[in-house]
């Protein structure tokens, strides 16, 4: 647990964060909802905010004011136990509220914060402004990702900003990590932030296999592309097989051949593909093709966690062969925080490391994100195991 003041520090730093990411939005970019999967940033700055208010100042505020009746309606995200939500589908029908009045929320928020925890309240609210604030966090990574997915979509294919840098290449050769068979401990041990999906720790027995030291490259990708790794329905799951052929997908999200010439949105603008990159944006069935074209496979999420502290990890999520499932001894939290993680845990594959988009001081060895296996819009790429 962190300190009372350092908590708070944490906590402001984290909310101006936020901010930092909408900064360089236009006004018109706040509502825009391309796809169910991605939410306007108008209801990321809200549904961030809502989650302070609704479990920390509703029932604990000795003096808090709440801001708008409504915007438990209009920012709870799937907590079932806190009542009815605008479906998630209907986030971008939103013009209102405005977003001038979202941001006033935020400081409405914010300062009941530091109003609450400036009066030394009762020792279990630093747990959940702990949770609220890695929950922002994970809200800064989805801040980024849809703004790319918003801005990716726009026929003139804005520049979000010259800053971002989302293809940092490995510069070392690619080789392979050998790992002995043998138990390995999994799961979170000290007494750091981690989420309940991290824990209990236990053993698992694994067979000796060989890991990459890097991530594939876009060059890679294009070999296997080039291979007709999209045409050879043998590499695919028949789902994947049919996700292929329903979606007609040929190439990595955000790809587009120019004059011949392979190119990629990214959020500096239109860029020309970097082979020496980590690809990226690819669903778990690409990465199950590419592998199995390769002869390879994909690592476990046991088999990562085991053998992360050999190789650098953190530019991109990593698809794994495992489902998202509990560990053993798993307990959910009682109430609206027991639905942060235990009800996603059907139909979703894991993935392991981080990204770019990953907010500082947010991701571990044993943090446990998960996606369905179509998505690509997150900063997905594979490390090759056999």
Request: net charge negative; with cysteine; hydrophobic share 35%.
């Amino acid at each position: 647990m962190i300190l009372t003041d350092s908590l708070l520090d944490f906590f402001l730093t984290t909310r101006k964060r936020t901010e930092q990411i909408c900064e360089p939005l236009e006004i018109e970019d706040y509502v825009v909802q391309p796809i169910v999967d991605v939410s306007p940033p108008k209801w990321h700055l809200g549904h961030s905010s809502w989650f302070f208010e609704e479990f920390i100042l509703k029932p604990h505020g000795r003096d808090y004011k709440i801001f708008d009746a409504d915007f438990s309606f209009v920012f709870n995200s799937y907590y079932e136990t806190v009542g009815k939500r605008v479906v998630r589908s209907d986030r971008g029908n939103l013009s209102r509220p405005s977003v001038e009045k979202v941001y006033a929320y935020r400081d409405h928020v914010t300062h009941g914060i530091e109003n609450l925890f400036s009066q030394n309240p009762d020792p279990g609210l630093y747990d959940i402004l702990e949770i609220g604030i890695h929950h922002e966090k994970q809200h800064q990574e989805l801040l980024l990702t849809d703004i790319k997915y918003i801005l990716g979509n726009n026929p003139l294919l804005p520049v979000y900003s010259d800053d971002f840098q989302e293809h940092r290449t490995e510069t070392h050769q690619q080789d392979w990590i050998a790992m002995e068979e043998g138990i390995y401990e999994i799961g979170h041990a000290s007494d750091d932030f981690c989420y309940d999906n991290e824990l209990g720790r236990h053993k698992v027995y694994l067979q000796p296999y060989e890991i990459a030291n890097k991530l594939v490259t876009n060059s890679d990708y294009l070999a296997f592309m080039d291979a007709g790794g999209y045409q050879k329905f043998d590499l695919w799951h028949a789902e994947g097989w049919d996700w292929v052929n329903q979606n007609d997908i040929s190439a990595p999200l955000y790809w587009h051949q120019i004059d011949g010439e392979w190119h990629h949105y990214t959020l500096n603008g239109l860029q020309k593909i970097n082979g020496n990159a980590p690809v990226t944006h690819i669903s778990y069935y690409e990465a199950f093709a590419f592998a199995q074209w390769k002869g390879c496979r994909l690592p476990t999420e046991f088999e990562w966690e085991a053998s992360q502290e050999f190789f650098s990890w953190g530019k991109r999520w990593e698809w794994t062969e495992s489902a998202y499932l509990p560990y053993p001894n798993y307990t959910k939290a009682d109430g609206a925080l027991g639905e942060y993680n235990g009800k996603f845990m059907v139909n979703q594959k894991v993935l392991r490391g981080g990204s770019v988009a990953t907010a500082e001081n947010h991701t571990r060895p044993t943090y446990r994100n998960f996606f369905q296996t179509g998505l690509r819009w997150q900063f997905t790429s594979l490390r090759l195991t056999k």
